[in-house]
């Protein structure tokens, strides 16, 4: 796994540790920052670890990745 591919992560836990400082200031941002990181990780998490049902397009046109 490339550096590439794990920014989406970096990024989604970086706004995650904002978050948690954010909530200790002004809460309703807090929690909204925090879904927002939150999403950022869990969808890349679905993607990479073949967690989601739904073929990718290129596998049912039949391009190789």
């Given at each position: 796994m490339t550096q590439q591919t794990?920014?989406?992560?970096f990024i989604?836990?970086?706004d995650l540790g904002f978050a948690g400082l954010l909530?200790?200031?002004?809460?309703v941002l807090?929690?909204?920052?925090g879904a927002i990181g939150?999403?950022?990780?869990?969808t890349w998490?679905?993607?990479h670890l073949n967690l989601s049902p739904?073929?990718?397009e290129s596998a049912i046109v039949g391009n190789v990745r």
């Open positions: 794990l920014y989406p992560v989604g836990l970086l909530f200790l200031v002004v809460p807090g929690v909204l920052m939150a999403l950022v990780v869990g998490l679905v993607q739904v073929e990718s």
